[in-house]
């Protein structure tokens, strides 16, 4: 099965009982037993184990071309599972300089509590990644394209230097989506998702997903999703699942949207900077070609003037609601500085370009001449 097949068909089949084409919501925490322990099709309670989230489980895996899926509660359920499953005290690892705000914090408020220590570099250049191996480094978690800064990382070339170290590779693909970039085939250990955002697509349901060929490290992940247990409900792994079967066309729609909305702000005389790795002025465009399938649905752009202007340019947008996160249907709009970002130390933003005036666009499937016309709209009323 191909891409739009899989999301659709994987381990959907008609319910043999009923002729349902649509997986059940299977809303119940626990399941009958024919004897203790002798269970009827394997389920004994949900947060181990719900037939709703198996299906998800496997449509997930079989998009990234993994062997083993495991879906969360959210995003940072899955990022946390997997740190705990496979990582103990004493432990070093390479995070990505501009990867999530909570990522960051994650690995800088929490897991440094429990004796692993992280290191924060720009993957655009590999030699980075290679400088920062220490003989503790155990792993690596990394974005690309970056949030918010849309930097695109070599995969190939890092997972490359990974091996030669014996470190786990994980690639958070959330903004790429499987369907425009897939880390499993270029030898990642593991694709890590928020399905909150593109997988999902329609921003009514937080969750996340790792998915994974190896089975050592799915047997320890399996046992770390129960363990921790933040696991998805039935009906949160019901509306994921329902949200991925539109994914393809969804991503088509989103990059071919940003592509052109990308191009006019490039020539937009009050926009200072644009980033978006589908325009050529953007310092990975060719990276980013071989790599990924488009360039997605996120755009970043640094405003002429100040952050009074920023703000007049938000309140006069009318589409573009102003909200965290990224990846639905509808056009978003956020200043990172204040927003995604704000867990990140002020010398860390001032570093990566997250300024009062970059403003991120997550650009939804509405038609592109109402985003056009409200972007024009509202930078001539900002100044
Ligand atoms: C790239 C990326 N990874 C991970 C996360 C965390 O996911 P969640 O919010 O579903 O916990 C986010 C959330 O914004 C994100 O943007």
Request: charged share 20%; hydrophobic share 40%.
């Given at each position: 099965?191909?891409?739009?097949?899989?999301a659709?068909?994987?381990?959907?089949?008609?319910?043999?009982?009923?002729?349902?084409?649509?997986?059940?919501?299977?809303?119940?925490?626990?399941?009958?037993?024919h004897?203790?322990?002798?269970?009827?099709?394997g389920?004994?309670?949900?947060?181990?184990?719900?037939?709703?989230?198996t299906?998800?489980?496997?449509?997930?895996?079989?998009?990234?071309?993994?062997?083993?899926?495991?879906?969360?509660?959210?995003?940072?359920?899955?990022?946390?599972?997997?740190?705990?499953?496979l990582?103990?005290?004493g432990?070093?690892?390479?995070?990505?300089?501009?990867?999530?705000?909570g990522?960051?914090?994650?690995?800088d408020?929490?897991?440094?509590r429990?004796?692993?220590?992280?290191?924060?570099?720009?993957?655009?250049?590999?030699a980075?990644?290679?400088?920062?191996?220490?003989?503790?480094?155990?792993?690596?978690?990394?974005?690309?394209?970056?949030?918010?800064?849309?930097?695109?990382?070599?995969?190939a070339?890092?997972?490359?230097?990974?091996?030669?170290?014996?470190?786990?590779?994980?690639?958070?693909?959330?903004?790429?989506?499987?369907?425009l970039?897939?880390?499993?085939?270029?030898?990642?250990?593991i694709?890590?998702?928020?399905?909150?955002?593109?997988?999902?697509?329609?921003?009514?349901?937080?969750?996340?997903?790792?998915?994974?060929?190896?089975?050592?490290?799915?047997?320890?992940?399996?046992?770390?999703?129960?363990a921790?247990?933040?696991?998805?409900?039935?009906?949160?792994?019901?509306?994921?699942?329902r949200g991925?079967?539109?994914?393809?066309?969804?991503?088509?729609?989103?990059?071919?949207?940003?592509?052109?909305l990308?191009?006019?702000?490039?020539?937009?005389?009050?926009?200072?900077?644009v980033?978006?790795?589908g325009?050529?002025?953007?310092?990975?465009?060719?990276?980013?070609?071989?790599?990924?399938?488009?360039p997605?649905?996120?755009?970043?752009?640094?405003?002429?003037?100040?952050?009074?202007?920023?703000?007049?340019?938000?309140?006069?947008?009318r589409?573009?609601?102003?909200?965290?996160s990224?990846?639905g249907?509808?056009?978003?709009?956020?200043?990172p500085?204040?927003m995604?970002?704000?867990?990140?130390?002020?010398?860390n933003?001032?570093?990566?370009?997250?300024?009062?005036?970059?403003?991120?666009?997550?650009?939804?499937?509405?038609?592109?001449?109402?985003?056009?016309?409200d972007?024009?709209?509202?930078?001539?009323?900002?100044?």
């Amino acid at each position: 099965m191909k891409f739009s097949t899989i999301a659709i068909h994987e381990a959907q089949e008609p319910d043999p009982v009923t002729g349902a084409v649509i997986t059940p919501i299977y809303q119940t925490t626990t399941f009958a037993q024919h004897a203790p322990a002798d269970m009827i099709a394997g389920y004994d309670y949900s947060r181990s184990g719900n037939p709703t989230r198996t299906v998800l489980e496997k449509v997930l895996a079989g998009l990234e071309s993994g062997a083993h899926g495991f879906a969360f509660a959210s995003g940072m359920g899955a990022l946390t599972t997997l740190t705990m499953a496979l990582l103990k005290a004493g432990d070093h690892v390479i995070v990505g300089d501009d990867v999530y705000g909570g990522t960051f914090r994650l690995f800088d408020k929490v897991l440094g509590r429990f004796g692993i220590s992280a290191s924060y570099v720009d993957m655009t250049d590999p030699a980075n990644f290679r400088a920062a191996i220490t003989p503790q480094t155990k792993m690596t978690v990394l974005e690309t394209p970056t949030n918010p800064m849309l930097k695109i990382a070599d995969l190939a070339a890092l997972i490359k230097i990974a091996k030669e170290h014996n470190i786990i590779t994980a690639v958070d693909n959330t903004f790429a989506t499987p369907y425009l970039q897939k880390p499993l085939d270029l030898g990642a250990d593991i694709a890590l998702h928020s399905t909150t955002k593109y997988i999902n697509g329609h921003s009514d349901v937080v969750g996340g997903a790792l998915i994974l060929k190896d089975d050592t490290y799915a047997a320890a992940i399996r046992f770390h999703q129960n363990a921790l247990g933040a696991t998805p409900d039935p009906l949160a792994s019901w509306l994921t699942l329902r949200g991925l079967k539109t994914l393809a066309v969804r991503m088509e729609q989103h990059v071919r949207t940003a592509q052109a909305l990308a191009e006019f702000l490039e020539g937009h005389e009050k926009v200072q900077e644009v980033f978006y790795p589908g325009l050529k002025s953007h310092p990975q465009h060719e990276l980013a070609k071989r790599q990924m399938r488009g360039p997605g649905g996120m755009i970043s752009l640094r405003l002429k003037g100040d952050a009074a202007t920023t703000n007049k340019f938000l309140k006069n947008l009318r589409y573009f609601t102003l909200a965290e996160s990224l990846g639905g249907i509808e056009s978003l709009v956020e200043i990172p500085a204040v927003m995604t970002h704000a867990s990140l130390t002020p010398e860390n933003r001032e570093k990566l370009g997250i300024t009062d005036t970059l403003v991120r666009l997550s650009v939804g499937i509405e038609d592109l001449e109402d985003l056009r016309e409200d972007l024009d709209g509202a930078l001539k009323a900002a100044f």
